[in-house]
T-cell receptor, first 116, second 109 residues
Framework: DTGVSQNPRHKITKRGQNVTFRCDPISEHNRLYWYRQTLGQGPEFLTYFQNEAQLEKSRLLSDRFSAERPKGSFSTLEIQRTEQGDSAMYLC??????????????FGSGTRLTVV | QQPVQSPQAVILREGEDAVINCSSSKALYSVHWYRQKHGEAPVFLMILLKGGEQKGHEKISASFNEKKQQSSLYLTASQLSYSGTYFCGTEMENNDMRFGAGTRLTVKP
């Protein structure tokens, strides 16, 4: 078990460009979450998958953001036409859950996005 | 929907105790507590499920009052390693979790 892996660790992009981040969760975890965190704030919920199904999506997520989790394994988060306000740390977390089970989240180290 | 944490920051001397509070306006399924050190990812401390319970982990324990939708994290005999930002996460029945703004804890020698 190597934990939750996120790539890349850092991404600098020009405003208007598209970016894609990848998250590899702990293999036996069926739930996967994306959060965004800015300096001095708590993680802000973006979206959540149970296996391959995207069950919740924040209303804060504009149509420029999309996430996928094909086959319930790794997940990607894409931001189209990036804006400077998208600059943040993007955190992925995974957990076991469902059927009355509920466990804590394991977070990845995050992808730090800087839009210039 | 974001839970409210208090205090925003606390400074302790080694060996002192602290309490961090978390409250929600929504009915909760569970409350999570995490600690994040500067430049690192949040690390899971404990989860409390509805039904009202108290959990402990060495000198860190927590309680969850389901009726009041409140949770408290208790740190006793604090150590330097306890420094960091503590977040509560409140989870509702639909399993999405919202985090508070955090409580920055500084433990000084």
């Amino acid at each position: 078990d190597t934990g939750v892996s996120q790539n890349p660790r850092h991404k600098i992009t020009k405003r208007g460009q598209n970016v894609t981040f990848r998250c590899d969760p702990i293999s036996e975890h069926n739930r996967l979450y994306w959060y965004r965190q800015t300096l001095g704030q708590g993680p802000e919920f973006l979206t959540y998958f149970q296996n391959e199904a995207q069950l919740e999506k924040s209303r804060l997520l504009s149509d420029r953001f999309s996430a996928e989790r094909p086959k319930g394994s790794f997940s990607t988060l894409e931001i189209q036409r990036t804006e400077q306000g998208d600059s943040a740390m993007y955190l992925c977390a995974s957990s076991l859950g469902g059927g009355g089970l509920n466990y804590g989240y394991t977070f990845g180290s995050g992808t730090r996005l800087t839009v210039v | 929907q974001q839970p409210v944490q208090s205090p925003q920051a606390v400074i302790l001397r080694e060996g002192e105790d602290a309490v961090i509070n978390c409250s929600s306006s929504k009915a909760l399924y569970s409350v999570h507590w995490y600690r994040q050190k500067h430049g690192e990812a949040p690390v899971f401390l404990m989860i409390l499920l509805k039904g009202g319970e108290q959990k402990g982990h060495e000198k860190i324990s927590a309680s969850f009052n389901e009726k009041k939708q409140q949770s408290s994290l208790y740190l006793t005999a604090s150590q330097l390693s306890y420094s960091g930002t503590y977040f509560c996460g409140t989870e509702m029945e639909n399993n999405d979790m919202r985090f508070g703004a955090g409580t920055r804890l500084t433990v000084k020698p």
